[in-house]
C-alpha cells in the first residue's frame, strides 16, 4: 500500500511532465493572435485571411479532439502524445514557407491543429487513471496553467521575433518536447508510475451515452462551448482590439497583450483557490464565473477609457476561464470510473472548439459591421446564457418534490 507521500509524488512526476508538455502546445497554439498586429501592419496579411487561418485551426483541432479523444482510450500516451507533438512541430516549419499560398497555408495550419489535438485527451486520462481523485484535479490544474501561460510567452517572443521565426520556434519546441516525453513516459511505465487499461467503461443499457449523460455531460457541453468562444476566439482577437478599438501601435497592442497573458494565467489557480472556499462546490462556482464574466463584459461596453477598459477585459476572460477551470480540472477528471476519460475530454474539447471557430470567422467580418462595441455585447450576452445553464436545476426540482 503506497504512502500518501508517496501517492503524491506520482502526481507531481506526472502532472509535472504533462504540465511542461501542454506548455509547449499553447505557446503553439497562441503564437498566430501574438503575431496577428505584426503580420497585419508588417507583412500585408488581411484580418479576414488571419480569421481563415485561426477558424481552419479550430476546426481541425475541434474534430481532431473528437477523433483522438475516442482513440486515446486505446492508445498508449506516449504515443499519442509524442506523435502529436513531433507532427504539430513539423507542419509550423512548413507553414512559415508557404504562408503566402493561402489555401496551401490554412491546410497545413488545419493540420497543426490536428496533431494538437492528440495530445489533451490522452494526457487527462493518463491523469485520471493514474493519480488519487484528491490529486488529479490539481495535477489538472498544472497543465491548465500551462494552457494559459502558454499566451504570454508567445506574446514574449512576438515581441522580439519576426512573425515567422516565433513559428520556427515554436515547431522546435514542439518537436524537442516530443522526444523528451516519450523518454519520460517510457522511464514511468518501466518504474509502475504509470499504467493501463486500469478502469473499463461502464456496461449499462444503450451504452456508453446513457453513462455521460448520469454524469452530466449536456450541461457541460454547453458550459464548454460557452467557456470555448470567450477563452478561444475573445482571446484570440484580443491583441487585435487593443490595437483597433483602443488606438494603440501594434508594438503596444503586443506588449498590453503579453502582460494582460500574464495576468489571465494565473486563473487556474484562482479558480481552484475560489472553489476550494466554497466547499468544493462545482456548480456554484461555474455559476458565479459566469455572472462575473457578464458583469464585466457589460462594464468593457460602457467603460471606454483604455486603461479601465483593458483591466475590464482582462477580468471578463478570466471569470469564463474560471469556469473552464472547473470544467477540465474538475470534472473531466471525475470520470475515471466511466473508463471514458479521454473520449469524453476530446468530445468537450470538440464542442469548445467548434464554438471557438464558428464565432472566430463571424467576429472578424463583424468588426467592419456591427462595430467592437456591439461585439462586446454579444459577448456579455453568451456569458449569460452561461448563467441560464449553470442554475442548479437539479438541486431546484429535487427540494420541489420533497
Known sequence: MLKINEKAR??????????????????????????TPQMTEIGGFSESYIGKLESAYLICYAFGQLINGAIGDKIKAKYMISAGLFLSGITSFIFTFISGISYAAIAVYGLTGFFLSMIYGPMTKVVAENTEPIYAPRCSLGYTFASFFGTPLAGVAATYMIWYDVFKLSGTLLAVMAILCFVFFLYFERIGIVKYGQYKAEKVKNGSINVLIKHHIIKFSFIAMLTGIVRTTVMFWFPTYISQYLDF????ATMIFTVASFIISTTAFIAIFIYERLKRNMDLTILIMFSSSTIFFIAVYFLKAPVVNIILMVLAIMSASAAATMLYSRYCPSLRDTGMVSGATGFLDFLSYTAASATSTFFAESVSTIGWGNLILIWAALMFFGIIVALPYGAFFKKASE
Open 10 to 35: 506520482i502526481a507531481i512526476y506526472i502532472g509535472t511532465l504533462c504540465s511542461v508538455s501542454y506548455l509547449a502546445v499553447y505557446f503553439a497554439r497562441n503564437i498566430l493572435s501574438a503575431v
Open 249 to 252: 501601435p501594434h508594438e503596444e
